[in-house]
């Protein structure tokens, strides 16, 4: 099951609760009945929105009223939502899982990738065992390398590699740094997707409350 799918799925029996709807100043509940399991709540106030619940405390700051931040455009589709543009406007994240983390997928793309595209530079100068044994050296010390949760010690284990094939040629990563080897959060892709969900869901409920008259 993909991310939208489980979103969908994690969210299929939550209802809005309007604890406070007064102009920019809100405070809305969304939660399955009898569970507080995945609930969480939407705060605004000028200039700022507060995401909070079970997945996570997330604050943001860009416009007066952020719901016109986050609000879905007429005849877009859901779920296409600029991660790296939303997370520019954060100002406090999780404690927990913050905004991004380590990915090793990541990680060891860049580092085969590199190492594939040098070997093939320089086939020409080395022997089938010398390439050989440099592969298995990258495989043990760098994508085998201890690691952690931060993915300190990987990357680390990539910029101090070094290995020496003949006598005039030597391997090691070049601007290995320059690759991108996080990702988003879990838990900022969901808190991202429950903003646009749970916007639609309030907009839907305003378009059906009729006007009170003054």
């Known amino acids: 099951m993909n991310f ?20 920019v100043s809100r405070h809305l509940r969304f939660k399955r009945a009898g569970t507080m399991c995945m609930h969480f709540d939407l705060l605004t106030w000028p200039g700022y929105l507060c995401y909070t619940g079970d997945m996570g405390t997330y604050v943001f ?13 007429e005849g877009s589709a859901p779920h ?22 380590f990915s090793k997928d990541k990680f060891d793309r860049a580092v085969k990738g590199d190492l594939k595209e040098w070997l093939r530079e320089y086939a020409g100068r080395t022997t089938h065992q ?19 949760s931060g993915g300190y010690r990987s990357q680390v284990a990539a910029h101090d590699f070094h290995h020496r094939l ?27 997707h429950a903003l646009e969900w749970a916007i639609d869901a309030y907009d839907a409920q305003k378009a059906r409350t009729p006007a009170v008259a003054a």
Request: hydrophobic share 35%.
């Open 61 to 73: 700051m860009r416009l007066n009223d952020m719901f016109e931040f986050f609000r879905r455009s």
């Open 130 to 148: 010398q390439r050989r044994e440099l592969w298995d050296a990258v495989m043990d010390e760098v994508i085998g390398a201890d690691g952690d």
């Open 80 to 101: 296409r939502i600029d991660l790296r543009y939303w997370a520019e406007k954060v100002e406090a994240s999780d404690k927990n899982d913050g905004i991004k983390e």
């Open 166 to 192: 003949n006598d005039r040629v030597k391997f090691h990563f070049q601007d290995f740094g320059e690759h991108t080897v996080d990702e988003y959060t879990h838990r900022f892709k969901w808190c991202c």
């Open 4 to 23: 939208t799918d489980q979103f969908t799925a994690d969210v299929a029996g939550h209802q809005m609760h309007v604890i406070r709807d007064d102009g």
